[in-house]
């Protein structure tokens, strides 16, 4: 796992591992780290570039980093492959990809602008279970499950929309995990 350059992860992360747990999901301490590394990376990256909303700076952690991890529950034990639809600044993808490290996760951005972010990330965090596919999702092949974190219904629309042009699996996270 890389350091942000300037930066080092200095947060004990057995906050971190304390929350993920209440949420069902059990980390080991590098799966901590890296999402600690992560969170820095949204909070020094992210947000001065507009990926994230600047108004959630100080609810990073439990907006997007936690939010992401419920992603995790909704997968089956047998998923080898995800994809993260408009993934934009890697939420919920790189999240997932840290805590389940066996799962080969495809970060889909559309526009070529917004998927150096997750590009960055993926690099700075040495996550070889990640790819960020710079392509509309009308141009993917072989599609079997797609993560949705709704943040909003338009955004959770768009996204859904996009996933059902191929028929796969949709699983929609946020509040509560459904498959769709």
Same mark, same amino acid.
């Given at each position: ?10 947060? $004990?992360?057995?906050?971190?591992? $304390? ?47 936690? $939010? ?10 047998? $998923? ?101």
């Amino acid at each position: 796992m890389k350091h942000p350059p300037g930066r080092q992860a200095t947060e $004990d992360p057995s906050a971190l591992i $304390d929350s993920a747990a209440e949420l069902g999901i059990d980390l080991i301490g590098n799966q901590a780290d890296a999402l600690l590394l992560f969170e820095l990376l949204l909070l020094d990256k992210a947000i001065p570039l507009g990926f994230v909303a600047e108004g959630d700076r100080t609810t990073i952690r439990e907006r997007h980093i936690l $939010d992401s991890l419920r992603a995790v529950l909704a997968l089956e034990g047998s $998923d080898t492959n995800a994809l993260d639809l408009g993934s934009g600044a890697g939420l919920p993808g790189i999240v997932v990809a840290i805590a389940r490290p066996s799962l080969r996760v495809g970060l889909v951005e559309a526009r070529g602008r917004r998927a150096a972010f997750p590009e960055l990330a993926v690099e700075r965090l040495g996550l070889p279970n990640a790819v960020v596919l710079a392509r509309p999702a009308g141009r993917l092949e072989g599609v079997r499950r797609c993560l949705v974190v709704p943040p909003a219904p338009y955004t959770c629309t768009c996204k859904l929309r996009a996933a059902r042009y191929h028929d796969p699996a949709v699983t929609a996270c946020g509040t509560s995990t459904s498959g769709e």
